[in-house]
């Protein structure tokens, strides 16, 4: 079988967490620094979290009740895992999912000849909220054309493949401005006053217990323009490492909501389940070739992002040719990453186009 050179896309596989992963979770917990609340460099938070995910991976439920699914990036050539993603199958529930809602309100004086739109923060609480993707981090040496496109897209074949598993709709909150240090100008401005603790051990609790957030989270609302000129500055703003992945969940469809995260004032995405590219444009089909190689000297072979059409998705990304009978051709590389014969369904999706 030909080996990928190292590096490359193609020498990737996203699979679902396994216990051993632990150690490699911890390193890249700690390489992602502060702001990325769902993978806190916490060894015993992050063994439960692959405890979770591993009774999610092993059960089929006939809706989504709050699963948490988790993935890594394994670099095939070394073993090393790289990378991490995950899909939280629905939020809210016991512990509901906090944001605070973004509104204008119009200020106007006929009399002074004023009128001023202020931007207003609501706190806002939802209890049967959409599925949320998470956890989305990618080891600094391995950021290169394709692969964190297969980490990230990846959770969209999963979605695609099994959609009782998801709701309609999908979020994301994007990583809000935090510095090297920890230190958020929103929550210096705001979460401070009622917290009494830093940004980062707030974002670390939240993730355990959201108890304290109804306890002392202030319910009236905020006006933006009374807060320090820093603080406004950063409301609804990515920090400058999460500017990539916006950029890719975008061009998938994602939009810009009205609500922002309640600590660092990130901004919360969404879009229709059925309207992301990747699940839009994903087909099923048999396999019925695997070659040595699969070019486009053979006949249009073009570079997919597949899985397998297992519970416990392994998605890669290979080159695939469609064949007039509705079957596909794939590389005998990405056959055995997939663990996949002739006869066995996959599905794909290109990895341009089809906006």
């Known amino acids: 079988m030909q080996k990928p050179d190292r590096g490359t896309p193609g020498s990737y596989v996203m699979r679902p967490v396994r216990e051993d992963d632990l150690a490699a979770l911890e390193a890249l917990a700690h390489l992602a620094g502060f702001g990325l609340s769902s993978l806190p ?20 439920r006939s809706k989504p009740q709050g699963e948490n699914y988790l993935f890594v990036l394994e670099d095939a050539a070394t073993g090393q895992v790289v ?13 509901p999912f906090y944001a605070y809602r973004l509104e204008t309100s119009i200020q ?39 692969v964190g496109r297969l980490l990230s897209l990846g959770r969209f074949l999963f979605m695609a493949e099994h959609p009782a598993h998801f709701e309609e709709t999908v979020i994301a909150e994007m ?3 935090v510095d090297e240090k920890g230190r958020s100008p929103f929550w210096e401005a705001l979460g401070r006053h009622f917290f009494d603790i830093d940004y980062p051990k707030a974002d670390y609790l939240s993730m355990k217990n959201k108890t304290f957030i109804a306890d002392l989270m202030p319910r009236h609302p905020i006006y933006v323009n009374l807060l320090p000129e820093e603080a406004q500055a950063v409301v609804g703003k990515v920090h400058e490492q999460t500017r990539p992945a916006l950029k890719l969940l975008q061009d998938e469809g994602f939009a810009v909501t009205d609500l922002v995260d309640i600590f660092e004032a990130g901004p ?22 695997i070659a040595e ?33 509705r079957t596909v051709g794939i590389d005998g590389r990405t056959a055995y990453r997939l663990k996949v014969a002739g006869g066995d369904w996959i599905r794909h999706a290109p990895l341009r186009g089809c906006r």
């Open 293 to 325: 190689q699969t070019d486009d000297a053979r006949g249009g072979a073009t570079e997919h992002l597949i899985c397998n059409s297992s519970l416990c998705c392994l998605a890669a990304i290979g080159r695939l040719r469609e064949l007039p009978d």
């Open 41 to 60: 460099a916490d060894r015993e938070y992050l063994q439960e979290k692959i405890r979770d995910s591993l009774r999610a991976f092993a059960s089929i």
């Open 268 to 289: 919360v995405v969404r879009c229709r389940r059925e309207r992301i590219r990747t699940v839009r444009a994903s087909r099923r089909a048999v396999v019925s070739e």
């Open 108 to 146: 106007c004086s006929p009399e002074l000849g004023v009128h001023k739109e202020i931007l207003v923060l609501h706190l806002f609480q939802e209890h049967n909220g959409p599925t949320e993707i998470c956890s989305l981090f990618l080891h600094p040496e391995h950021q290169r054309r394709g």
């Open 83 to 95: 990378g991490t993603s995950g899909i939280l199958s629905k939020v809210g529930g016991f512990d």
């Open 175 to 177: 990583r809000g401005v």
